[in-house]
Each structure stands twice: as C-alpha cells, then as structure tokens.
C-alpha cells in the first residue's frame, strides 16, 4: 500500500502548481483522499478533501476559490491544483487517504512522502 507525492517545487506568487498523488495496493474508489500541509514549526493542517461517499469536496477557507482537488479513479491517482499560490501558502504538501474526510491527521490510514512548494519572488 503506497500514496505517491509529486509536483511540488518552487513558483512565484501568482504562479501555479498542480500536485499528484498515485494510490498503489487500495482505490480511490473506497477511500477519501486528502492533501495536508505542514509549514516549518506549526501543525499539519488539513487543505483539502475529496469524501468517497458523495463526492464532496473540502477546503480550508484559507484556500478556497485558490485551490481545488479532483481525483482520476481510471489512473488511481489525486490531484491538487493550486492557482495564485501566495508566500503563505508555502509548505510541505502530504497526501492521505482515509475511510472519510476529517481534519484530524492522526487518524489517516494512508500517507504518502510530503512534497516541498516554495511560494517566493
């Protein structure tokens, strides 16, 4: 069982990035799949969310009408666009996947390797 991170880097404010996460050894059919991020000395914290049951989507008011989240079940695979990305923004972005959304990281079932995004001039 795997959740594979990808498509963080450096971008300027404004700018864009999209992350990807691949599901190996469960579906996405089955499972929330969720994006978290962690800034240096502060408390991972839930971004976004895409609920298995009924398709809701989640967000954190902070990135909201900035951010959305989608999944491809085919390709087994999440995906975070992240448009007019701000320094605050910067972070290491993890995917999850869990039964449901919850804000509470602990009780994921799945994690992948978090992926650096640099937001700066």
């Known amino acids: 069982v795997q959740l594979q991170a990808s498509g963080g880097g450096l971008v300027q404010p404004g700018g864009s990035l999209r992350l990807s996460c691949i599901a190996s050894g469960f579906s996405l059919a089955d499972f929330a799949i969720a994006w978290f991020r962690q800034a240096p000395g502060k408390e991972r914290e839930l971004v976004s969310c895409?609920?298995?049951?009924?398709?809701?989507?989640y967000y954190v008011n902070a990135v909201k009408g900035r951010f959305t989240i989608d999944r491809d079940i085919a390709k087994n695979t999440g995906y975070l666009q992240m448009n007019n990305l701000k320094p605050e923004d910067t972070s290491v972005y993890y995917c999850?996947?869990?039964?449901?959304?919850?804000?509470?990281?602990?009780?994921?079932?799945?994690w992948g390797r978090g992926t650096l995004v640099t937001v700066s001039s």
């Open positions: 895409f609920e298995v049951n009924d398709d809701r989507k």
């Open positions: 999850a996947g869990h039964y449901y959304c919850s804000e509470a990281s602990s009780i994921y079932k799945y």
